[in-house]
T-cell receptor
Framework: AQKITQTQPGMFVQEKEAVTLDCTYDTSDPSYGLFWYKQPSSGEMIFLIYQGSYDQQNATEGRYSLNFQKARKSANLVISASQLGDSAMYFCAMRATGNQFYFGTGTSLTVIP | DVKVTQSSRYLVKRTGEKVFLECVQDMDHENMFWYRQDPGLGLRLIYFSYDVKMKEKGDIPEGYSVSREKKERFSLILESASTNQTSMYLC????????????FGPGTRLTVT
């Protein structure tokens, strides 16, 4: 079965600190993709970062990096130097065979000044 | 810029009404998706379409149907709306290339009374 698990319903981080949002996945497909999206209170879904199952290097996009541990089936999002504008809901998602996407339940991040 | 538009931001309907939610994308994407988002449950896939007139059931298709007569338009239909279909509905599209993310519309908040 394809599944994404985010075990942290809510997280707090001090401004300028780094934070890690956890994501584990379950799939038997050899080829898959992992995505992180941000959803601010305005509601739009913003794509942050992508990691392919065959990628050797961890993906990075500015202050975002994806800590991909294939053997552990984890794809944690690391946000460095948190900013107030990072306060939002964060979703981990997996694209599996057949182009279906599976989403986690999300983590609500609050950045404290 | 890819643009995904949804016909309404807010919609209020009565129980038993037939409801149409429209989604249009302007980037010639092959894949289109309909999700519902509920607090604590994340995004759950209702239906997706990988090409014109092609559709696949997602995780929660019961009570919904879809139509894709043209590549740019994907409609979600609630044949007989019920109160448990009160939710945020998100449409997304993406091209076929495996590493590409989904692009989301702004969402439709549907209330069924």
């Amino acid at each position: 079965a394809q599944k994404i698990t985010q075990t942290q319903p809510g997280m707090f981080v001090q401004e300028k600190e780094a934070v890690t949002l956890d994501c584990t996945y379950d799939t038997s497909d050899p080829s898959y993709g992992l995505f992180w999206y941000k959803q601010p209170s305005s509601g739009e879904m913003i794509f942050l970062i992508y990691q392919g199952s065959y990628d050797q290097q961890n993906a990075t996009e500015g202050r975002y990096s994806l800590n991909f541990q294939k053997a552990r089936k984890s794809a944690n999002l690391v946000i460095s130097a948190s900013q107030l504008g990072d306060s939002a809901m964060y979703f981990c998602a997996m694209r599996a065979t057949g182009n279906q996407f599976y989403f986690g339940t999300g983590t609500s991040l609050t950045v404290i000044p | 810029d890819v643009k995904v538009t949804q016909s309404s931001r807010y919609l209020v309907k009565r129980t038993g009404e037939k409801v149409f939610l429209e989604c249009v994308q302007d980037m010639d994407h092959e894949n289109m998706f309909w999700y519902r988002q509920d607090p604590g449950l994340g995004l759950r896939l209702i239906y997706f379409s990988y090409d014109v007139k092609m559709k696949e059931k997602g995780d929660i298709p019961e009570g919904y149907s879809v139509s894709r007569e043209k590549k740019e338009r994907f409609s979600l239909i609630l044949e007989s709306a019920s109160t448990n279909q009160t939710s945020m509905y998100l449409c997304a599209s993406r091209p076929l290339r495996v590493s590409r993310e989904q692009y989301f519309g702004p969402g439709t908040r549907l209330t069924v009374t």
